[in-house]
C-alpha cells in the first residue's frame, strides 16, 4: 500500500505562492486517484482538489479555482498543488491522500480516500 509524505508548506504573505508536494512510496502510484484535502484551526476538514489516475480529470473546490492547480507526475511518484494568489483564509494544514481506482480518469467520493499523509501547515499572512 502506498505511503504519503506531504512537503513544501511554510509562510507566505497574502498574495504569495506556495507549490505542496506530496510523495508516495510503492510502485503503484499510478493505479491511484490523488487529492488535497485542508483543515483549518477549529473547521473540518474540506476538499480542495483531486486528480484521477490518469490524470484526465481533475476538480477543485470553488474557494481555489484559478488560484490553484494540481497535478501529477506518475514516474516521480509525486503529486503537487501549485498554490497562487494565496489568501489568509488559506491558512490551513493540507493533507496529500490516496484512493486505488480501477478506472483511470475515476475521482472519489471525498469520504473514500483512505491513505493519508500527516499533513503539511500552511498559513498567509495578511
Known amino acids: 500500500q502506498v505511503q504519503l509524505v506531504e512537503s513544501g508548506g511554510g509562510l507566505v504573505q497574502a498574495g504569495g505562492s506556495l507549490r505542496l508536494s506530496c510523495a508516495a512510496s510503492?510502485?503503484?502510484?499510478?493505479?491511484?486517484?490523488m487529492a488535497w484535502f485542508r483543515q483549518a484551526p477549529g473547521k473540518e476538514r474540506e476538499f480542495v482538489s483531486a486528480?484521477?489516475?490518469?490524470?484526465?480529470?481533475?476538480y477543485y473546490t470553488d474557494s481555489v479555482k484559478g488560484r490553484f492547480t494540481i497535478s501529477r507526475d506518475n514516474a516521480k511518484n509525486t503529486v503537487y498543488l501549485q498554490m497562487n494568489s494565496l489568501k489568509p483564509e488559506d491558512t490551513a494544514v493540507y493533507y496529500c491522500?490516496?484512493?486505488?481506482?480501477?478506472?483511470?480518469?475515476?475521482?472519489?467520493?471525498?469520504?473514500?480516500?483512505?491513505?493519508w499523509g500527516q499533513g503539511t501547515q500552511v498559513t498567509v499572512s495578511s
Open positions: 491522500a490516496a484512493d486505488w481506482t480501477t478506472i483511470p480518469t475515476m475521482i472519489p467520493e471525498s469520504y473514500e480516500y483512505d491513505r
Open positions: 510503492g510502485r503503484t502510484f499510478s493505479m491511484y486517484a
Open positions: 486528480i484521477s489516475r490518469s490524470g484526465d480529470k481533475i
